[in-house]
């Protein structure tokens, strides 16, 4: 039968409490054990007497018979100085594995694709701040340029209203100049000849024996 010099825990939920036992190394790690040598309180400050306690000749007793210690029953009989321990050497233990380099190839991946994009952003508001002053000086222009019309409207009214007002007046003075003076179509006659002189307008001896004719009817 194979001794083991090993933990036992009690206590309660996050709250341990070890004894440290020589059991059968087949039988469960909190069941049956052979002779309880010591106590471990993990809650307790390291440099607390009461933090480790061993019963040092019966551990002698089971070591001298074969008994084997654990690895952190190992660690506190190299510090009480029963069993010295063995340093251990272990090159590849801090090594990671395969999936644990995937990830770090994947973190700095994804932190090389931010800092290109904490750059990009940094860059745009340069670029957008050239890019708007132009448009102001464009606006001070376009605006100056608006304001000039506006002053030849108003300076331009007067004189466009001037021009109406002169041309209303000429037209007053055509209609008066070409309008017939009332009287003017019965005593002026329709046609004049070449000396001044009525073409149309009958003879005075025709009109008197037109007269008498029609009396003797």
């Known amino acids: 039968m194979a001794i083991a010099i090993r933990l036992a825990r009690g206590g309660s939920k996050k709250r341990p409490y070890y004894r440290i036992v020589v059991a059968d190394s087949r039988a469960p790690r909190d069941g049956r054990f052979i002779e309880k040598v010591g106590t471990y309180n993990p809650l307790l400050a390291k440099d607390s007497p009461d933090r480790v306690k061993l ?26 100085g029963i069993k010295e ?9 801090g ?25 990009a952003a940094a860059a745009e508001p340069a670029v957008e701040e050239t890019v708007a002053e ?15 019309p506006v ?7 007067p004189a466009a209203e ?4 002169v041309q209303g007046d000429a037209t007053n003075d055509g209609e008066s100049a070409t309008a017939p003076v009332e009287g003017a179509d019965d ?11 009525s073409a149309t307008a009958p ?5 008197e024996a037109a007269d008498d004719a029609a009396k003797a009817e």
């Open 162 to 165: 001037t021009a109406e007002e």
């Open 187 to 197: 005593s002026a006659p329709a046609d004049t000849d070449a000396n001044g002189e």
């Open 95 to 119: 090594v990671p594995g395969e999936k644990a380099k995937e990830r770090e190839e994947e973190r700095a991946t994804k932190a090389a694709e931010a800092a290109e994009a904490a750059a």
């Open 55 to 80: 019963l040092n000749e019966r551990i002698s007793h089971w070591l001298s018979v074969g008994a084997q210690p654990s690895d952190r029953v190992a660690r506190f009989l190299d510090a009480a």
């Open 134 to 148: 132009e448009p102001v000086a464009e606006t001070a222009s376009e605006e100056a340029v608006a304001d000039a």
């Open 203 to 207: 003879v005075e001896g025709s009109v």
């Open 151 to 157: 002053e030849e409207t108003t300076t331009e009214e």
């Open 85 to 93: 321990r063995a340093a251990r050497n272990n090159p590849n233990k």
